[in-house]
């Protein structure tokens, strides 16, 4: 099962009795886009007790199309990578 947007929502809504479900709602919007832009800005997300979130550099390299057999070549591009902390790591692989 995969845990969607509306589930984090739905969670936050239900483990904090005070907040309507807009303002869970909200909150949950709130964090995703500070996340999202400290990312694109290059910058590390450090979630302690979870992992961190870093943008790495990859460059410009020659690839191959698995039907054609054809080169080409990938461009330079950004890409998001993530490390789990050593405490989630423990917890999953302890179950």
């Known amino acids: 099962m995969t845990l969607t947007k509306a589930d984090l929502v739905q969670q936050v809504y239900k483990n904090h009795p005070t907040l309507t479900k807009a303002q869970a ?3 949950v919007e709130t964090f995703l886009a ?4 400290a ?3 290059g910058e590390d997300l450090l979630l302690s007790g979870f992992g961190k979130f870093n943008v790495k550099d990859k460059k410009a390299r ?3 199309n698995p039907q054609t057999g054809d080169e080409l070549t990938l461009e ?3 890409v998001v990578t993530f490390k789990p902390s ?7 692989n302890n179950q």
Do not use: D, V
């Open 76 to 78: 330079a591009r950004r």
């Open 34 to 37: 500070i996340s999202k832009n």
């Open 39 to 41: 990312l694109i800005n």
């Open 86 to 92: 050593g405490i989630l790591r423990a917890k999953i």
């Open 25 to 27: 709602t909200a909150s």
């Open 62 to 64: 020659r690839g191959r």
